[in-house]
């Protein structure tokens, strides 16, 4: 079974260029999180999705970022203009939540994003 | 505010050392706690899962404890390997008033096993 693919791997970008992110969570996990990870720190959620509908977005900086699940599979991440703060990782993760019961994360590879 | 800590930050032992990895939680009142690895530029690979009313699991070399009285979760590595080098984090889900599952992560412990 495939586990969750993330796309690109890595992306340099010049600031106030705006960037995207794609994740493919496991299937038939209807819980996906997009977490950021800083250098030398634990990653922080930024976005979580019960199937299409956003439940917690309240660390989206949304002035600049933006996200969609469309069919409550597939999701993009978006900034747009990138600033020099946003260099981090971006990782995806996806779970299976059902009467709410939280089992456990599974995370894809990250996007290293650099922007310069 | 439920806070993760993780200590050491990084920690250097010789290769066949067993060893043990701390993470302390402020809010006893958690449903799960996860460990993870992260090898460098990589994503996270879960390792062990352990549910509140456990005390503790298992994986090969790997096992983790859990005492929520404390907050206290350890993971132990027996027979350190210069494999086992990577960035161990332990998280819990945050519910609070939201219930958003998200998960609380620790800074991380960066552990390097010498050959």
């Known amino acids: 079974e495939a586990g969750v693919v993330q796309s690109p791997r890595y992306k340099i970008i010049e600031k106030k260029q705006p960037v995207a992110f794609w994740c493919n969570p496991i299937?038939?996990?209807?819980?996906l999180y997009w977490y950021r990870q800083n250098l030398g720190q634990g990653p922080e959620l930024l976005i979580r999705?019960?199937?299409?509908?956003?439940?917690?977005d309240s660390q989206l900086p949304k002035d600049r970022f933006s996200a969609e699940r469309l069919k409550g599979v597939d999701s993009t991440l978006k900034i747009q203009p990138a600033e020099l703060g946003d260099s981090a990782v971006y990782l995806c993760a996806s779970s299976l939540v059902s009467g709410g019961s939280y089992n456990e994360q599974f995370f894809g590879p990250g996007t290293r994003l650099t922007v310069l | 505010k439920q806070e993760v800590t993780q200590i050491p930050a990084a920690l250097s032992v010789p290769e066949g050392e067993n060893l043990v990895l701390n993470c302390s939680f402020t809010?006893?009142?958690?449903?799960?706690l996860q460990w993870f690895r992260q090898d460098p530029g990589k994503g996270l690979t879960s390792l062990l899962l352990i549910q509140s009313s456990q005390r503790e699991q298992t994986s090969g070399r790997l096992n983790a404890s859990l005492d929520k009285s404390s907050g206290r979760s350890t993971l132990y590595i027996a027979a350190s390997q210069p494999g086992d080098s990577a960035t161990y984090l332990c998280a819990v889900p945050s519910y609070g008033s939201s219930n958003t599952g998200k998960l609380i992560f620790g800074q991380g412990t960066t552990l390097q096993v010498k050959p």
């Open positions: 299937s038939g996990h209807n819980t």
């Open positions: 809010d006893s009142a958690i449903y799960n």
């Open positions: 999705y019960e199937n299409e509908e956003a439940v917690d």
